[in-house]
């Protein structure tokens, strides 16, 4: 099984606590483009709904679009935070606790949601699909609990998504087979999977790129990603060395981001 979709690995090992995912969220913090950015963006597309509207999230992780959008959030929204792991929830609410709106936090597969039918107004699932072993399972479940014509808002990477960085994260990886952003589930192949569960199905992409200063934080990022305590300490010098080159002769690490959601009506 792919750690993309291996789900003890994920929730003991991968998002046992926010600590990887807050590290690749500051490298693009830090040095996207993109002005308006990722979480105003996405929350574009929540802006429409009922002043009363019922809100699942699944895999909301640290809940990060939540907390740099607090002023969006409507009052009447009965938002309901999920996630496969108790430690990501536990950072949420953390991360919420001076928001002044009410949560819901539950553990939830997203396999099987503990819903009834059309419950939801939204369902959001925000980079978390392609981490789902069955997702045809879990695309008929979200296609249950939302109302007739509820969305779901999915997003994900395409297949370009940091295309510079793949040699390093290949490189870096003591795995022979690894495959860097081999995800199972993309903005190229993502519409075909959700058709058969909605009516409409609307892809987005959010334009964006990278413009790297810091050698520091981009071994951060690496290291969030595969782990690197196993990596040859030689292979790992050899790739610090090269960004340093890089930077030192183009001023910047050039990383090209292909990013984006898919909206689906039930």
């Not at 574009?44 to 959030?73: H, M, N």
């Not at 979200?142 to 990477?157: C, E, F, P, Y």
């Amino acid at each position: 099984m792919s750690k993309y979709t291996d789900q003890q690995y994920l929730k003991a090992e991968q998002y046992k606590d926010a600590s990887n995912l807050n590290a690749r969220i500051l490298l693009h913090e830090r040095f996207s483009e993109n002005k308006q950015g990722w979480a105003s963006w996405v929350f574009d597309t929540y802006e429409k709904l009922p002043a009363s509207a019922k809100v699942l999230e699944l895999g909301s992780g640290s809940a990060f679009i939540w907390t740099q959008c607090p002023e969006r959030i409507s009052a009447g929204w009965d938002i309901t935070l999920s996630d496969l792991s108790p430690g990501m929830l536990a950072t949420a609410q953390e991360n919420l606790a001076g928001v002044q709106h009410q949560f819901n936090y539950r553990e939830i597969d997203a396999q099987s949601i503990p819903f009834g039918d059309e419950t939801f107004d939204i369902v959001i699932a925000n980079h978390m699909l392609y981490h789902v072993p069955d997702r045809p399972k879990a695309l008929a479940e979200t296609r249950r609990v939302l109302k007739s014509g509820g969305i779901l808002i999915a997003a994900t990477n395409g297949k370009n998504h940091l295309l510079e960085m793949n040699k390093w994260l290949k490189a870096a990886n003591p795995d022979p087979d690894y495959v860097p952003f081999g995800l199972p589930f993309t903005l190229d192949d993502g519409q075909e999977q959700l058709e058969p569960y909605f009516s409409s199905v609307e892809i987005m992409r959010y334009k964006d790129n990278l413009h790297v200063t810091d050698v520091e934080l981009m071994m951060k990022y690496i290291d969030s990603v595969i782990k690197i305590k196993g990596a040859s300490s030689s292979v790992l010098g050899e790739v610090e060395a090269e960004m340093k080159d890089i930077l030192a002769t183009k001023g910047e690490i050039f990383i090209q981001k292909d990013s984006g959601l898919f909206k689906a009506v039930k």
